[in-house]
C-alpha cells in the first residue's frame, strides 16, 4: 500500500480524534475508515472520554441541527475504544492522549490543531471537504 511506503513502516498508528473531527464526518458525509486507511495504513481510533460526554450533551441538549448529527456521531463513536484522561476539557484531553499514546490528533479546530503543532503532534485534518489531510510540519 502507497501509505505504508510513505510511513515507511506497517506499525499501526494511533489516532485521536475530537468532537468537531467526529460531527465532520456526518455535516460532509466523509468515510473516515476509508481515508484514514488511505494516509496511514494500519490504525486505531481513540476517543477521550470527555469528547464522548460532550457528544452525548450534544445529543441530548443541543440544537436540532446538533442533535440531528450528534446522535449517528455518538454511535460510531461507541464502535472505537473510549479513553479515561486527566483532563475534564475536550481539546487538552486530545493532546493529553496523543502525548500519552505518541498518536496523531484528528480535529478540524484550529485551536487544537496549533495546540498540536506547538507540542510537535501530527494532526490530521479535512481538505477540500471531501478527503482527510495530514500535517507533519513543525516549522
Known sequence: MASDRIWRNRKTKTVIIDS????????FSIDIEKELSRILGSY???????????????????SEKKKNIAKPALRLVERYEIVENKSSFGDDS??????????????????IRKKAKNEKIKTIFLRGKNY?????NFS
Not at 20 to 27: D, G, P, T, V
Open 20 to 27: 468537531s473531527a467526529i460531527l465532520m464526518i456526518f455535516e
Open 94 to 111: 486530545v493532546i493529553e492522549l496523543a502525548k500519552k499514546y505518541n498518536g496523531i490528533v484528528f480535529s478540524n479546530d484550529t485551536e
Open 44 to 62: 486505531k481510533i481513540i476517543v477521550p472520554k470527555t469528547i464522548f460526554k460532550e457528544l452525548k450533551n450534544l445529543s441530548e441538549y443541543g
Open 132 to 136: 482527510l489531510a495530514i500535517s507533519e
